[in-house]
């Protein structure tokens, strides 16, 4: 079989000598795993579009056992991110997240899209790392069927006054209702909740627009990160280095 797609390569594995196992977020197949034979060559056709944050147009084949990449045509390599450490580390955590959230052979444009703007984002100063990664954490994660619900307190209803996020349930709620704060309960201010709210009300290319006290811009960066682990129910290696940078 061959398909024809857009991808990033989210995932690159040396095997061999000269080659590679790429893991592609695609436009319209999800999560694929492919070989791509001699691409750690320099003078292969496909050696600059099969390295790690390389976005292209890709053909590839599927055999009995495995994909395999035949051509890859880059339209973005991201090379700047490399220039900063911690600008690749956090592209780096947006690409393990879409490895754990993304479905396999579905259409994913959606997923494709978020990562992509994320990255020049990132790759451009345009915004606040914390903004960015934010927006990325609950944008992916309701794309995945985990969108928070954060209208009011899940148990009596209450609009006002101070709310914690249950990050097991996804549901808000009041202090009155929290006999002791677990770790699954992620504090609130004011601000950072306004922020979730923008952000999960809004189209993707307005929902960096915000800005926030340093206070409330530390609440939504713990609350997204707890949100995402807790429903994941797993950690991310990447987050960990970026955070300890």
Not at 32 to 45: E, L, Y
Not at 81 to 98: G, P, W
Not at 113 to 142: M, P
Not at 162 to 178: K, M, P, S
Request: charged share 25%; glycine share 4%.
């Amino acid at each position: 079989m061959k398909v024809s797609t857009d991808a990033l390569v989210i995932r690159e594995q040396h095997t061999g000598e000269n080659d590679r196992i790429v893991t592609l977020l695609t436009r319209d197949f999800g999560l694929i795993r492919a070989f791509a034979t001699g691409s750690r060559k320099i003078n292969n056709r496909n050696h600059a579009a099969t390295q790690m944050l390389s976005y292209g147009k890709f053909v590839l084949y599927k055999t009995k056992d495995a994909w395999r990449v035949g051509e890859a045509d880059p339209i973005a390599t991201f090379f700047e991110l490399r220039d900063d450490i911690k600008k690749l580390s956090l592209a780096q955590y947006f690409c393990e997240v879409a490895k754990v959230l993304t479905p396999e052979e579905d259409n994913s444009e959606e997923y494709l899209r978020l990562v992509l703007n994320c990255l020049q984002l990132t790759a451009n100063d345009k915004y606040n790392q914390t903004i960015i990664k934010a927006v990325f954490e609950l944008y992916i994660l309701s794309l995945s069927g985990y969108m928070p619900e954060l209208n009011l307190c899940n148990r009596c209803g209450a609009e006002d006054g101070e709310f914690v996020l249950d990050c097991a349930e996804g549901v808000l709620l009041c202090r009155q209702h929290i006999p002791v704060l677990y770790e699954r309960y992620a504090p609130l201010s004011k601000g950072a909740l306004t922020a979730m709210r923008y952000i999960l009300s809004s189209e993707l290319k307005n929902a960096f627009n915000f800005t926030l006290s340093d206070e409330s811009l530390s609440l939504l960066k713990s609350t997204c990160e707890t949100y995402l682990k807790t429903q994941t129910e797993r950690s991310f290696k990447t987050l960990d280095f970026y955070n300890s940078l």
